[in-house]
């Protein structure tokens, strides 16, 4: 049976505070029972055929539980004091979350794929890494990029948003139907099992007269910088209104983010060149779990729903899901801006970062280390590693963000050896790379 002929539909739009068992008791009875608790729901709008989309929300509790064709596939769920995504199952066994094992794939060539599109790949990345990076790439360069960065994330999640958000949903929403702020906390919700930070949206407002605006709280965001592009995007693809944002920190870790009413620059709405990836087979095999098949090694890590965090069970290391693509498009921005090449930058920017204790390879068998670390993360297909006193040759079939790979492997030379060093790179056919560390 399918998701659309299971949920019943039309069905009750909004469930006013219930609790999660009787959502479910609700969702076990088909269909809806009568409208027997007074203003506690809403009738469904007329016109609700199989398979629109409809958004279940709990008002007071302001989590929304989307229900489209294929929603399970999304994760979302009910919600049940505060933002406790109670749909979000998780593996008995090693504890990730289902989503992330349904959604990607650890190829054997060394990349996470999305497996609704399998051009689309992910990293799982230290994400002290991202704004670090940014904030290394800033200094080095000694110009601003907040702007550049902000803005190329916030056109690239909004492209994402566009693809993804079904085009009943943005009706609903434009029509008034749905109110869009619900919608938004369901978007940014999936960031939660992504390791994003935990957002609340406080304040969605959605009028006919222009004047929509938007107000989101995150708590302990993956990145400002990046982040606070996220709900934005959402609001932006919804409404179907270009919108300006700023972010305000208002507390420990804690930032305001702000969408309103406003044009974007016209240097910046050129087409963004998202990079599509191609892969071999490749024959990595990362050992997995008997129960849900997502790789062992991920069960070092443990997600904390709540609050949106991916945290390294014993260092307490921080992880993010994040599409390299992005990334890439910033540094290509970048390179358009500032008119010089940045990748010297990133190199040196994650030497630094590796160099000062981010990563270590302490064990016996570098190669195979190295392999199960960078094909975890998603940065490819490691083939060849020459380890010695006086340097380093890393040879990989296909890799993603060469610049950060380059840098990666000069800050383990230098931070197991104890030395300076030079490294040099070159990419090749097929996303290949061979980079080469001296000592000196
Ligand atoms: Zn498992």
């Avoid at 990349?111 to 002290?128: A, C, K, Y």
């Avoid at 995150?218 to 932006?236: K, M, N, Q, T």
Wanted: charged share 25%.
């Amino acid at each position: 049976m399918s998701d659309s002929q299971r949920d019943p539909i039309p069905c009750r739009v909004a469930l006013h505070d219930a609790s999660v068992e009787e959502i479910r008791k609700l969702r076990a009875s088909r269909p809806f029972p009568p409208d027997d608790r007074g203003d506690v729901y809403r009738q469904a709008p007329a016109g609700l055929t199989r398979g629109t989309p409809v958004c279940l929300f709990s008002f007071r509790r302001f989590f929304p539980i989307i229900f489209w064709k294929g929603w399970r596939r999304l994760g979302m769920g009910v919600c049940e004091g505060g933002i406790r995504v109670e749909g979000i199952e998780t593996c008995e066994h090693c504890g990730v979350p289902t989503y992330i094992t349904r959604e990607h794939i650890w190829h054997p060539c060394g990349f996470i794929v999305q497996r609704r599109d399998p051009r689309h790949i992910l990293i799982f990345f230290e994400s002290e890494n991202l704004d670090f990076l940014l904030r290394e790439v800033e200094g080095i360069l000694g110009i601003p990029i907040q702007r550049i960065v902000i803005d190329t994330r916030r056109r690239a999640a909004k492209a994402y948003m566009d693809r993804v958000i079904p085009e009943a949903l943005k009706e609903q929403v434009r029509s008034g139907i749905l109110g869009v702020g619900p919608v938004v906390q369901g978007m940014v919700g999936i960031g939660h099992v992504l390791g994003y930070g935990r957002f609340e949206v406080l304040e969605p407002r959605q009028d006919s007269d222009d004047q929509d605006r938007l107000l989101v709280r995150v708590h302990r965001p993956y990145s400002i910088l990046l982040g606070c592009a996220d709900p934005v995007a959402a609001f932006e693809a919804l409404v179907g209104k270009e919108m300006g944002l700023s972010y305000q920190e208002t507390g420990p870790q804690t930032y305001d983010i702000r969408a309103f009413p406003s044009h974007h620059p016209e240097e910046f709405k050129g087409r963004l060149t998202m990079r599509k990836y191609a892969y071999p087979e490749g024959d990595i095999r990362l050992e997995s779990c008997s129960r849900c098949g997502a790789p062992l090694l991920l069960g070092d890590y443990r997600w904390l729903l709540d609050e949106g965090l991916i945290q390294h069970r014993e260092t307490g290391r921080r992880m993010v899901f994040f599409a390299p693509s992005v990334l890439e498009a910033i540094f290509d921005e970048l390179e358009r801006e500032v008119g010089e090449d940045i990748t010297r930058a990133v190199v040196e920017a994650q030497r630094r970062l590796t160099a000062e204790g981010l990563h270590s390879i302490r064990g016996e068998n570098p190669e195979e280390e190295l392999r199960a670390m960078l094909a975890l993360r998603g940065f490819g297909g490691l083939r060849e590693l020459t380890w010695g006193p006086d340097g380093v040759i890393l040879a990989m079939e296909n890799a993603c963000l060469p610049q950060v790979v380059a840098g990666l492997t000069q800050g383990l030379y230098e931070s197991a050896e104890g030395v300076g060093s030079r490294v040099d790179w070159q990419t090749g056919e097929g996303g290949s790379l061979r980079v080469e560390v001296t000592a000196g």
